[in-house]
């Protein structure tokens, strides 16, 4: 089939780190980059010239209304994506999007319900169940190997690690990119952005979530970026605890600081035995790849490096560029359209965690315990 013509929308961190990864040769005999749109339109200028991108815009709407743009994948702040997918769906574009695709359970379900009515492609990070130790983790635990699951344990931490990108520290336009968005409602915080991966996991191992209950508010209500305060109104501190039903729960956090996991991984604790990170009852943990992960960790000082080695396109030509994960799942939907494979990255599931934050966030300023009506399987 002929190349799949590509949208960038943005063209920030995360775009230009992706960018790397489209322009390797076993990518571009796939994939034009077609188009980058971005507000900002120098930034858009440069990133196309950088990048070889043929058409550059400061306005989303002309990309959309490009014939030769097949799909986009979306770069842009978590705020604007649920609308930018929903006018990619109706310009008959498949998508890609960065995590996550909406901040409500209600406009995820639309998404959804959407691309399945327009029979287009919709592929919403993180695709964590790629992962061959997500995939044995859940394996172990459904065989029983750690005896009668109780409780479980995910979560993650901002830190200072938007401030601190290599991204943000120059004072070209590819390099001085503003992170004030993150702290920000609506779509800032680290449920939507960090969480997410750890919820997507947990989900993905353990099944649906029926029951929602947390505590969630701003803990730190400002922050210095490159010396200037910035005002954060996002919450940043939220502990929530989830039902998966017959009295098996877990505990997840999104905070500013602070993290009892490590990485995106959940530690699950059963009768018999743990899984702690990427260890089980203290030994790493033996899934297919184990040795070349450990490796990698053992050469690069990172103990989860290695991990996106193990993605199904993660090549010589990958190994050594930054978010191997993401280019894994724009490449996810681009084997979707050209092959007809559907990408185990639903939808659906997407949906179904950001109901889970939706949830939370109900749930802390109602104080009542939420139901959920999606499950991994159905929005
Ligand atoms: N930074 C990371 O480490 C990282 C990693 C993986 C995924 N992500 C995800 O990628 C997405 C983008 O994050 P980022 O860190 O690249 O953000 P960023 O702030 O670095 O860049 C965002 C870019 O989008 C542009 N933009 C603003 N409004 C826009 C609009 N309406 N349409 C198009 N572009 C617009 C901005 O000008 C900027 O260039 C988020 O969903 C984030 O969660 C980020």
Redesign the pocket.
Known sequence: MSKIGLGI???????QRVLRHLVQPDVAKRVSLTAI????AE?ARAAAEKFGIARCFND?QELLACDEVNAVTI????N??FQ?VRQALLASKHVHC??TMATTGAEAKELTRLARERNLRLVP?PGEMLRPHNQYIKEVIDRGEIGALCWAVCGAAFGTY?ED?R?RQGNDVLTN???S?YFRKPGGGPLY?MTVYSLTALTGILGSVSRVTALSGTRIKEREFRGKMVSCDADDNTVMLLDFGENLFAFAYGTATGRVTQGFSGNYFGTRGSIVGLTMNGQPLDYPGADIVQRAARVSGDPTVGNQWLLPHINELHRDLP?QH?FEDVMQLIDWIAEGKPSPVTPEHATHVIDIIDAAYRASSTGQTQVLGTTVEAA
């Open positions: 929308v943005g063209g920030g961190t995360i775009a749109c971005d507000p900002v930034r989303y770069a842009s702040p978590i604007f994506h930018q960065n995590k990070s938007h990108e991204e990119i503003d992170p968005w952005d978010e993401v």
